[in-house]
């Protein structure tokens, strides 16, 4: 039998990077802020320091969302934890991959990681380090069956597929070429896909044939939209906003 995600609602909602529409993303407070309001998932994504060590931030720099500056690959853990990761609030140390698996399975949220580490010139051997990393980390909270790995480089999906022996669930973007390094056939390994002309019903029919299931992203913020992708077959939404996204569901009677 196929392996699926324990969905509790028709559609669900994943906070996107916890609830950044509140409080500072990828935050032990943003991701307590998603929790509490009762989302279905929360999506954080992953990135590796000096010394290998798996901290939750999106971008490769610490400009962005931190009061420092740099890439996070010349930072050691220790500098990081010194790094303010909410520059105009309260200070918010960063969050590392095992400290986010201990809350979920706390708060018994399913949680979507994305890679970022990617197959690049010279990052070769960091980028299969954060996927085997990962994964065991995973395994050690046994929370494989509520967690998707996702990356926008689809050597990533396919390694994690090959070393796990297909033990994970896997997400990817639509159309294929949105990704990179796409050798195989994503159709092969994935479980869903993120798709970004969201009101396309082709793209929505051709992953549904093959068995994936279409997801719409942040993108989407109001009613009509939602109503749009849910009647194409969206069986889930990353928000921003995902108390809002939920509200909006429960109206059309696809949420609780």
Do not use: Q
């Not at 954080?44 to 890439?71: A, Q, Y």
């Not at 960091?126 to 926008?152: A, G, M, Q």
């Not at 997400?171 to 009101?199: K, Q, T, W």
């Amino acid at each position: 039998m196929k392996m699926t995600l324990p969905y509790k609602n028709p559609v669900s909602v994943a906070g996107h990077r916890g609830y950044p529409d509140r409080i500072a993303e990828n935050t032990r407070e943003s991701f307590a802020a998603a929790a509490d309001c009762g989302v279905d998932m929360i999506e954080t994504d992953i990135h590796l320091t000096k010394d290998n060590v798996l901290v939750l931030m999106h971008d490769d720099k610490v400009d962005r969302t931190t009061d420092s500056v740099g890439r996070i690959a010349d930072f050691t853990y220790e500098e990081l934890r010194n790094v303010n990761c909410n520059p105009h609030g309260a200070f918010s140390e960063i969050t590392t991959l095992e400290e986010f698996l201990r809350f979920a399975v706390e708060r018994d949220v399913m949680v979507n990681l994305e890679i970022k580490e990617y197959l690049v010139p010279g990052n070769e051997d960091r980028c299969r380090r954060c996927v085997w990393e990962t994964l065991k980390l995973v395994e050690k909270y046994d929370w494989i069956p509520k967690t998707i790995i996702n990356s926008f480089d689809a050597y990533v999906l396919d390694y994690a597929d090959r070393i796990s022996g297909g033990k994970f669930l896997l997400h990817g973007f639509y159309p294929y070429s949105i990704m990179r390094n796409v050798e195989r056939n994503p159709d092969e390994y994935l479980y869903c896909a993120c798709i970004f002309d969201d009101r396309n019903a082709d793209n929505y029919r051709y992953l549904i044939e093959r068995g994936i299931e279409p997801w719409a992203g942040a993108g989407v913020r109001e009613p009509e939209h939602f109503e749009t992708c849910v009647k194409l077959g969206a069986k889930l939404f990353t928000s921003n906003d995902p108390g809002r996204a939920m509200e909006i569901l429960r109206a059309i009677g696809k949420h609780d």
